[in-house]
């Protein structure tokens, strides 16, 4: 079964964005990794996988099963799916029925808040990730930095 119909059958409205994925992945590039050099980038191999940020530590984040349990704190009434590489991408309403475990199966997947300011990613690696990241707070702290 696809992705879409197991995100149907759990009651969260999966609108398709034909040909988005590259739009998505600059925005996220731009959102998430905007302080990290173009040299850090080229050494940590970015330009295969955006995830590489994580897997490599450029940026601190949850991984596993704690990614897991960040990605179901956070309020996911509406938000967005994309590939690494391909170009479809979805915008998900009621989508707080969305599980990491509904993505295990998927490769290279980011999903995002309408503003960008968490991501929960699943690799194609079954020994890198799940990964979860938020961006600085209003505040100025950063959730990880509260664990």
Known sequence: MNIRKRLEN???VVKELLGEGETFRKRWEKAFTDAISLQEKQSIYFDQFLWHVFSYKKLPCF???????AFHEENRFVCYLFYQEREEAYMLVNAENLRAEDLRREHDVYVVDPQFTW?????HEEWCGPYFYRKYSQ??????DLL
């Open 10 to 12: 759990r009651g969260i």
């Open 63 to 69: 991984e596993g099963k704690a990614a897991m349990r």
């Open 119 to 123: 991501t929960y990613v699943q690799t």
């Open 139 to 144: 505040e100025g702290f950063r959730f990880n």
